[in-house]
């Protein structure tokens, strides 16, 4: 597979995937949702921002706390 590298402070959609511990489908679902937005790359390969990564998971941390 040829995947693409993303630039520093933005993460690739396998390594949000991987940080976030979810499926393509639910990331896909929380761009569709507004919950994270797609910074660079290209259609097939978006890029995310990191901190935005982060702040999801964070939140994601902080409901399953609750």
């Not at 919950?35 to 995310?48: E, F």
Request: hydrophobic content about 40%.
């Amino acid at each position: 597979m040829n995947e693409q590298l993303a630039p520093p402070g933005y993460l690739t959609a396998r390594d949000t995937q991987r940080a976030l511990s979810i499926t393509p489908g639910a990331l896909r679902n929380l761009v569709y949702r507004g919950r994270l937005t797609r910074t660079g790359g290209t259609a097939r390969h978006p890029w995310y921002a990191a901190r935005d990564v982060a702040a999801v998971a964070a939140s994601r941390a902080e409901r399953s706390a609750a």
